[in-house]
């Protein structure tokens, strides 16, 4: 826990998804350092607690404040610059476009070199010259996955959203350690359903 304060605030948060209201009076309130897991039935909120925090959603009240600033009507790609990364279920890549160029985009907006992300999943080296929409579900994964460290420097908030589910079992275990290790002083806010995943957080928020 950091001893500067908060570094994210939900406060009665009240979010809907069209005339649907998914999220009522939401509140969370976390330090730096903490790795939390998301947990509830499907339908729950979960994604949309998530999309509230990313500014992908805008609560209708309450509000959402990132290390001490009012971020409520901050649209999302301001809350990047802001040190917010996001890690979507569906991985958010280029699908025309090579891995490789993937990486050079993701890289020429955080101004760091590609190489750096092959020690995260090396084997990504071997299909550099794949396009995205040719990639199969865990190699999509393993690319969004990868992009995120990137940014590791600048990151502050991690979210990730069921980003494991397309990765085999080894791929799976390896990959939390290293998330949490690269963001050891920020916040990693992760949704999962892999029960062996859910015990590396050490902080669980559950939505009803």
């Not at 949490?180 to 920020?186: I, S």
Request: proline share 5%; net charge neutral.
């Amino acid at each position: 826990m950091s001893a500067t304060g908060p570094m994210l605030e939900l406060d009665r948060v009240e979010t809907y998804r069209g005339p649907a209201q998914i999220l009522r009076s939401v509140s969370l309130t976390l330090a730096g350092g903490e790795a939390v897991c998301l947990v509830g039935r499907n339908g729950a909120g979960k994604t949309t607690t998530i999309d509230t925090i990313m500014g992908l959603l805008s609560p209708r009240s309450g509000s959402v404040r990132f290390k001490g600033r009012e971020v409520t009507r901050l649209p999302a790609h301001e809350r990047a610059r802001l040190g917010i990364g996001y890690a979507p279920e569906d991985c958010g890549i280029f699908p025309d476009l090579t891995v490789e160029e993937n990486f050079e985009i993701t890289a020429w907006l955080g101004k760091r070199a590609p190489a750096e992300t092959f020690t995260v999943f090396p084997e990504i080296k071997t299909f550099l010259g794949r396009r995205g929409l040719h990639l199969s579900g865990g190699q999509k994964n393993k690319l969004s996955i990868a992009g995120i460290f990137l940014n590791a420097a600048e990151t502050k908030l991690l979210v990730v959203d069921e980003i494991t589910a397309a990765l085999d079992a080894k791929s799976e275990a390896e990959l939390y350690p290293k998330i949490l290790e690269h963001m050891r002083h920020g916040i990693v806010i992760s949704v999962t359903h892999h029960p062996a995943i859910a015990p590396m957080h050490n902080t669980f928020a559950t939505v009803v």
